[in-house]
């Protein structure tokens, strides 16, 4: 019988095999898919299907042995998740190519990429091993995620595209910086907010019964806000600019469990989009397309063909392989969830989107269980970043929002999309890990001995 001084450890499971059994199901939807849209488009399935087939499962299941060797802990759900979403964006930028004729190469370089994404999730694994030493590194991550933010203002390598500056060329590749830029924020923020949540927390003045922030204490969200306008402004990016300010707004909330912040960040973002509105052709366009989009087809035409696409889908879609996503510009990157709205429907829309919503409440999850405040702030605001940039993309592709031209994380076509999330992902695991992990304990009789105690701590 358990005395009453005995401590009581609960050790979660490691469903690893559980995540095994998912990763194969995430890989025969995913292939099966690739093989449908070969079937229906050409009648037959590819020669190179079985070697582009081998290389992405071998590519997940590198993952998993990663996380069951040195994350052993981790949350058996979120990589299951990641494997079949990257599979099924491959499966539609495979569609889209064999729209052209002869057919292009985008979901062969988007391999590539994915292949480069695991080798960083799993350097992450193998190299960092525990999140809480990153905490030291505040204003470092802090000035590089800001001087990659702006990296593409920089003459010569800076390079624009589609009205937005925000790429990078390198020789024959380009990169999108403010992607990476979003991990050291986020960590840079999470590690700030640590050390002055008790500061920022005071209250200064009470207006309608909300608690306001100090005057004294507003410098640091309005240096965010003057950024995000920078961005908005020089690099003609409203997404990069919602996405940083809305990221630094909610975690500063979580921190210092003030709504006064939430309320000030949103009356300010919002004056900051009404200045763009008035002044920027590009937010008014947007914005007329989100609004009115048949009042102009010719200047609307890339928002009205994708709602076309989409009402011709329905419910249940055309069938992979049997639509016309090729007639929406940018199909295979900012418009990709039209064209899988468009052939598997808005019921396949919608699972996608709850896939996200797992992630997300997976992340989120770890937040609330994570015993320190470095990591509870990091899982929240990585879970935020992840969950914001989804919203903002399928919100503005199916006119819930303005068009803000974020990438939809692990299917649209870019290296450097693809790259962060995979980051992203393993940082997220990386912390689930430290919190499910049973901690090494000492009962109070060899507690209170006064010898020196080694104790075994867990894988």
């Not at 299907?49 to 949350?75: E, N």
């Not at 905490?135 to 937005?164: E, M």
């Not at 992902?425 to 992990?437: D, F, G, N, T």
Request: aromatic content about 10%; charged content about 10%.
């Amino acid at each position: 019988m358990m005395s009453a001084s005995t401590p009581v450890i609960v050790v979660p499971r490691k469903r690893r095999n559980v995540e095994l059994a998912l990763i194969l199901f995430a890989l025969a939807l995913t292939l099966g898919a690739a093989a449908m849209v070969d079937l229906n488009v050409t009648g037959s399935i590819s020669s190179t299907f079985p070697y582009l087939a081998g290389v992405g499962a071998g590519l997940a299941l590198v993952a998993h042995i990663a996380i069951r060797w040195k994350l052993p802990y981790a949350d058996p759900v979120i990589l299951p998740c990641v494997v079949l979403l990257n599979g099924l964006g491959l499966a539609m930028i495979h569609r889209i190519d064999l729209i052209n004729d002869p057919p292009t190469s985008g979901a062969r370089q988007q391999l590539i990429w994915t292949a480069l994404g695991v080798v960083l999730f799993v350097l992450v694994a193998f190299v960092i091993r525990d999140h809480r030493p990153l905490q030291r590194f505040t204003y470092t991550l802090g000035l590089s995620g800001i001087v990659l933010l702006l990296l593409p203002l920089v003459p010569v390598i800076g390079t624009a595209k589609f009205g937005a500056q925000i790429w990078i060329h390198v020789g024959p590749y380009s990169f999108q910086p403010s992607e990476v830029a979003k991990i050291f924020l986020c960590i840079a923020f999470a590690s700030y907010l640590v050390e002055k949540r008790d500061v920022l927390a005071l209250a200064g003045w009470r207006v309608l019964g909300l608690d306001l922030p100090r005057a004294r204490d507003l410098g640091p969200i309005l240096l965010m806000w003057l950024a995000s306008l920078a961005v908005l402004v020089f690099q003609n990016d409203l997404g990069t600019s919602l996405l940083f300010f809305g990221l630094f707004v909610m975690m500063l909330y979580v921190s210092t469990e003030r709504p006064g912040w939430a309320v000030l960040g949103t009356l300010l973002f919002a004056a900051g989009a009404y200045l763009g509105y008035l002044l920027f052709a590009h937010v008014k366009i947007r914005v007329g397309a989100w609004l009115h989009p048949f009042s102009n087809y010719d200047l609307y035409y890339q928002v009205v063909n994708a709602q076309f696409g989409m009402a011709w889908g329905g419910l249940l879609g055309t069938g992979l392989g049997l639509g016309r996503p090729g007639l929406t510009p940018l199909a295979r990157s900012d418009f990709i969830a039209a064209a899988l709205g468009e052939e598997l429907g808005m019921t396949g829309l919608m699972a996608i989107v709850m896939l996200y919503a797992l992630i997300v409440s997976r992340g989120l999850r770890t937040a609330l269980a994570c015993r320190e405040p470095f990591g509870k702030l990091l899982a929240c605001g990585l879970s935020f970043a992840f969950a914001l940039q989804v919203f903002t993309i399928i919100g503005g592709v199916t006119r819930l929002l303005p068009l803000t031209g974020l990438t939809t994380p692990f299917m649209s076509q870019g290296g450097s999309s693809l790259v962060a999330n995979w980051t992203i992902m393993a940082l997220l695991l990386l912390i689930s890990h430290h919190v499910r992990k049973p901690v090494a304990t000492v009962s109070e009789n060899v507690a209170a001995q006064d010898e020196t105690q080694l104790l075994k701590r867990p894988a």
